[in-house]
């Protein structure tokens, strides 16, 4: 009876946001059950293959720099057309292509080829998907509806992770790329019979010219350096928690032993529960705070994580599991005031014409963090078997930026 009425509830809670809002809560919730074993499994999968550290990294820093070639075409085209269905369809036909790669990928040669796709796939998927939330929330506000579709990812990301590592470890070695052209497919699927829809939604907006931002912010804000260098380390700091963390817990500290892959998995999935948890309620407290509060909530957050696991290289075994353990905690916290604050502040201080740009621009931000992070990184492991020092330097320069550039502003 108890869990028939908490169905209840729950449906009816889902019902009260508009139905577009919905539908791209959904596309974006398949978008991160795909991707999320693919961000989080493939460094150990092709490390377990055989390649080195560096060119897991370097696959990353491609992918990166082909993100950014699609990212400015993809933030031009939404400024002048207003329409996200066929980005979002061609962003789900690279991603296939992507996974077909990397399932059949023995080589580094391939795996750059299956990481460029994913790159070209994420540089149009990420514009297209935060540009159409603002405008398909109304009357929600619009942190809130961030955070609505921030929630369903991180609970496909979770369930990417969760269901990928079982799948990797007792099925089939890659079958997270599987799970991805299933989820890309059904994104096809969403925009295709809802096509009309969301082309009449869109239009309807822009002839009655409803922009649910501020009329009055017609320029870039005077502090947007400032914002978007926040905004670049922060997603440098996840792009390292992803990619490097892994492979530093698979290799061992300066004392500590190495993980078994097993272990990472749960460590990755636990810190993948908490954010899915924690998102929506950190989400909304986070929506009644002032503008950037999001944003110096989590740059604290990084900060300390990434000094405990600065120190958790230097300890035992049992010490430093409940260090990284603490520190996953708040990296949850970090980004789930991270990711709903960033866009909307972005969306909020771009003029009303750059509006797609500036969303490219975020989606750049995310892939700058993988420009440079986990090539340099992949280097330093490979030198010295251990990522102590970056774990150090991120913390310094999380807090830096909090207590210096943040001062200025407020």
Sequence with gaps: MISLNSLQISKNWWIKFPYHLRLITKIRFYAAFGAGGVIYLTSLIFNNIGLSATDIGLGFTISAIIGTVTRLFTGNYLNKTGKIQFPIVTSSILSIAASLCLIFSRDTFLYIIGQSFVGAAAGIYWPAAEFGVPYFCH??????AYALVRSSEALGIFLGVFIGGYMTNFLYTK????????????????ISRNNSSIRGNLENFQKRSVDPINEGQLKWNKNSTIIILSILLITTSLA??????PLDLVKGGVYRNALS?????????IQLIL???LQWPVGSWISRKERLFGLKFSLINFS???FLLFISSYLNIIPSFYLISFSLILVSLGTASFLPTSTDVVFRIAPSNKKGLALALLSQ????????GPFISGRILDLFGYASIIWLSISCCCFIVFAILFKRLF
């Design 261 to 269: 892959k097993e272990i990472i998995s749960l460590i990755i999935s």
């Design 240 to 245: 390292l928690i992803q990619v490097t963390l």
């Design 304 to 306: 300390f994580a990434s």
């Design 365 to 372: 931000c995310f892939a700058m963090g993988y420009f440079f």
């Design 175 to 190: 079958s997270i790329f599987i799970n991805d052209i299933f989820c890309m497919i059904v994104i096809t699927f969403l």
């Design 275 to 277: 954010l899915l948890f």
């Design 139 to 144: 009357p929600i506000e619009t942190r809130k």
